[in-house]
């Protein structure tokens, strides 16, 4: 019985599966067809090869929603993964000298993009029909350029493909040569190999307006050499038959300097696209996002027609104590501010009901809340959709697991759900505990124990102001203040392995002294259900000292507790 | 001392383990016409002012055996790399009878070794001690990035998508970072049977499928390193199977599988050999010596 909720890399998906799985967010696919340089940012699991691949041509032309559109031809996007072996190779760096390294770096590079052209077009149809006229000059064309014998037999892309095949296995056999470590002399470029076959393409009449659009994906793979290649594409000044489009991670982003060592800038060179969307409550662009990429899985998958509310159904108990809390959070409004302020007796209940139902548990000795329900998932994935869906994976493969037929699992009881969080949420504080040392490359042993002190107290000032607070009990996210502090950098350098490990995630938003944009920072919520917390928070971040933090990381000393604290309502922002 | 030219030439990496030196005793017992010792060391770590390096140097000043301490860091493999091959390539005219003691060599260093020795000869010795036991709590920590062995990298088939053959070993973090770096779309899983060092629970197959699962997808397979060909045969099983992916070939299980996967990449030199390094090994790794196995590879 397939899993529905499997979350293995997008590349390794097949054309229907993406087509089956990939909610379309038109805001992307606008930026994404235009002529712009963009760097497409998200973290780990936030669905960047997924948008890439489903923007390809080649997932284009297999759906049939999309291949009729008039643009079909106009709009080519040429999906490069860079997480390859090919790129993992580092024989080049042997050179003793830089310009070598660069050279080859840019061949294998150019092979990747020149073999992602030619197997996106060569076999579909249309283009077929529509090379036939033109194949034979092309190919003289072709060879006259590169000196080398065309096949008569094959038709112009195919015959490029072949030659590519044999040009990838001439260099890396060259390369790895045991006996031999001279530098290979025939190595191609953006403008020696990709823009020439492209004006080629261009002549045959479908392709005369086309525009080339390189989703290089994975671009954090990369190592210096290829990222300034890279960078020096996208200083190219005429991009009117291409234009590349990077998905990087947040944490380690590619640097901004080109081979020639000059720098490209946001705005003028390229534009900053961030992927993740708000994700406040079950209403928001991510909230809607998570429900449409459930229940589409549920259809696909598992042929099950089910609102992913009644597959993930809440806990009837903790529904109902949700409902109580409501009621005593809204007669406590109407007291307060009387019954015609409709507004403020419905943010007194959005802020006070579930904080009340936490603090109750928190201050019982209840047994662990019965997380569970679709909303509660959706607000543990921290707005990731890889975060979705992991939980989910383990819930149905239990499911499967106990079942002792092949009789379909129609819904996820609660109490597989609360086994299952709760177990996720214990495995997450195990590898804190146990130190990420033990799977981050750039973490030491100390660092592991900083940060493992640094998010214990985090929770323990979470939980504090989730018993204490007046105003905004339930906020679970942070920025940090007084930066100037000396240790501001160390703290600063935790908190990326924290995100590297994505136990962290960062957002920005609007601050509310001066209206200039900062960063926040906002642990994963699958953290807070070993340690009886409310993963759904509120609109609301808390201002942290970076001396405070420091402490608690280093000395393992509590975060101070004000109630007076300086909050900021939070709206993130689309795009960063 | 001794002349280079009639005896062996010995391979040994330096550490604290008691048996680097209890090994270097057991070499020679095997190898009584070990002309020169060639100690590799990490300037990294702190095996530099470990015990065992004056142990080692009095131990071969006394049978008139000469000695090279060959400092290197084992982080930066292009540096490591040139350095090997100056080293092997300074030694070539005495090279006829090359030994490598493998057991406290990091599996990259011994495959470079492999590579430039091989240059030379075609015949390798090799050694390797068992402890008598192992720590049970945590081995190695700080792991970096996984990494292709220079000029191992195979010959990479740009429609072909990856695939990993893992001889798995007691870290099962180390098998779910491989699988998040290269993103597989087939992972294969190689299992070493036994119960040998509480091998079955601490190498079990549920832990490695535990961390990946949902991530790719997976087979596994049992091998034996302590097997007359360490797991040859079935390593080139496995490559067959694995026809229609670029495949990343690497070893965390017993240091003996290293050979088998050596001499599986070179009957098929498309596979790449990658290497999963770590910067730091708890001091209590492994205590005393065991059964020792030596063995020849021709190339």
Redesign the interface.
């Known amino acids: 019985m397939k899993?529905p909720?499997?979350?293995?890399?997008a590349?390794?998906l097949t054309t229907q599966e993406i087509l089956d799985y990939y909610i379309e967010d038109y805001n992307y696919t606008r930026f994404l067809e235009s002529k712009r340089n963009i760097f497409l940012l998200g973290d780990r699991g936030s669905g960047k090869t997924m948008t890439l691949l489903y923007n390809s041509f080649k997932i284009k032309y297999e759906d049939p929603k999309r291949n009729r559109s008039k643009d079909l031809f106009e709009k080519i996007g040429i999906h490069i993964p860079c997480?390859?072996?090919?790129f993992?190779?580092?024989?080049y760096?042997?050179f003793e000298d830089d310009f070598r390294v660069q050279i080859i770096a840019e061949h294998y590079f150019v092979?990747?993009i020149t073999?992602a052209i030619v197997?996106s077009l060569k076999d579909v149809r249309e283009v077929i029909e529509a090379f036939k006229d033109f194949d034979e000059e092309l190919k003289e064309d072709f060879s006259y350029i590169f000196n080398i014998p065309v096949s008569t037999k094959h038709s112009f892309l195919e015959s490029i493909s072949r030659w590519?095949?044999k040009e990838?296995?001439e260099t890396?056999?060259q390369?790895?040569?045991?006996?031999n470590n001279e530098f290979y002399q025939n190595a191609l470029s953006l403008s020696t190999l990709v823009l020439p076959l492209i004006k080629k393409i261009k002549k045959v009449p479908l392709f005369k307006d086309s525009h080339f659009i390189f989703l290089v994906d994975d671009a954090h793979d990369l190592n210096i050499h290829q990222v300034k290649v890279l960078n020096s594409w996208i200083a190219y000044r005429d991009h009117s038959d291409f234009s590349l489009k990077v998905a990087t991670a947040k944490v380690n982003k590619p640097i901004k300097i080109t081979s020639t060592g000059g720098s490209i800038l946001e705005g003028h060179d390229y534009t900053n696209i961030d992927l993740e969307k708000p994700f406040y409550n079950k209403d928001s662009e991510f909230g809607n996002l998570a429900k449409s990429i459930i229940k589409k899985r549920l259809e696909k998958i598992s042929n099950i027609d089910k609102e992913p509310s009644h597959f993930f159904p809440t806990n009837p108990e903790l529904a109902e104590s949700l409902e109580k809390y409501k009621e005593i959070a809204r007669k406590e409004g109407i007291a307060k501010y009387g019954e015609k302020e409709k507004k403020k007796v419905t943010d007194h209940v959005y802020k006070y009901a579930r904080a009340y139902y936490f603090r109750d548990r928190a201050n019982s000795r209840a047994n662990l809340v019965p997380y569970s329900g679709f909303d509660m998932l959706v607000d543990l994935s921290t707005g990731i959709i890889r975060n979705l869906?992991?939980p989910c994976?383990?819930m149905y493969?239990a499911e499967v697991s106990s079942k002792k037929d092949d009789t379909k699992i129609e819904m996820i009881p609660p109490k597989t759900q609360r086994d299952i969080i709760k177990a996720r949420s214990d495995a997450m504080w195990k590898r804190l505990e146990d130190?990420l040392?033990?799977?981050i490359?750039a973490?030491?042993?100390s660092q592991g124990k900083r940060i493992y002190q640094l998010f214990d107290n985090l929770v323990l000032h979470f939980r504090e102001r989730l018993i204490k607070h007046k105003s905004e009990p339930r906020a679970i996210m942070f920025t940090i203040s007084q930066v100037d502090n000396e240790h501001y950098s160390e703290l600063i350098g935790l908190l990326k392995i924290a995100q590297m490990s994505q136990l962290l995630y960062t957002r920005s938003g609007v601050a509310k002294d001066d209206g200039r944009k900062e960063i926040y920072y906002v642990p994963n919520r699958m953290l807070l259900p070993t340690r009886g917390l409310d993963p759904n928070g509120q609109h609301a971040r808390v201002s942290l000292k970076c001396n405070d933090l420091w402490n608690a990381a280093v000395g393992n000393i509590p975060i101070p507790f004000n109630d007076d604290a300086n909050e900021t309502n939070a709206q993130a922002e689309l795009f960063g | 001392m001794r002349n280079l030219e009639e005896g062996n030439l010995l391979f040994i990496g330096l550490s604290w383990e008691e048996r680097c030196f209890l090994g270097l005793k057991e070499d020679y017992k095997r190898f009584n016409q070990t002309s020169k010792v060639i100690i590799l060391y990490n300037c990294k770590s702190e095996d530099d002012d470990n015990e065992n390096r004056g142990k080692i140097a009095e131990y071969c000043l006394k049978r008139e055996i000469q000695t090279e301490f060959v400092e290197l860091d084992y982080s930066d493999p292009i540096l490591t790399w040139k350095k090997i091959d100056s080293i092997v390539e300074a030694h070539k005219e005495f090279i006829k009878k090359p030994v490598i003691d493998i057991t406290t060599l990091p599996r990259e260093i011994t495959w470079m070794l492999f590579f430039f020795i091989r240059r030379h000869t075609a015949r390798i010795y090799y050694l390797y001690h068992s402890p008598e036991k192992y720590s049970s709590d945590w081995l190695s920590k700080e792991p970096g990035a996984p990494r292709l062995l220079l000029k191992h990298s195979g010959i990479s088939d740009l429609n072909k998508p990856t695939g990993i053959i893992l001889l798995t070993g007691f870290d099962e973090i180390r098998t779910r970072k491989l699988v998040e770096y290269y993103e597989p779309k087939f992972i294969s899983l190689g299992i070493q049977s036994g119960s040998n060092f509480n091998n079955k629970e601490r190498n079990s197959k549920d832990k490695h499928i535990q961390v990946i699962k949902g991530q790719t997808n997976f087979n596994t397979f049992s091998i034996d390193a302590f097997s007359r060909d360490h797991g040859l045969s079935t390593i080139n099983q496995q490559v067959k199977l694995m026809g229609d992916y670029n495949i990343i070939a690497c070893s965390q299980g017993p240091k003996l599988s290293l050979l088998s996967l050596y001499r599986s990449y070179l009957a098929n030199t498309n596979i790449a050999l990658c290497y999963l390094p770590s910067r730091q090994y708890n001091k209590e790794y492994s205590t005393g010596i065991g059964d020792t196995v030596k063995g020849e590879i021709e190339f």
């Open positions: 899993n909720f499997e979350y293995e890399a590349n390794n997480n390859t072996p090919l993992h190779k580092k024989e760096l042997l092979l990747s073999n197997a590519i095949d990838a296995f890396q056999k390369i790895n040569d045991p006996k869906l992991d994976y383990y493969d130190g040392e033990k799977e490359e973490c030491t042993e």
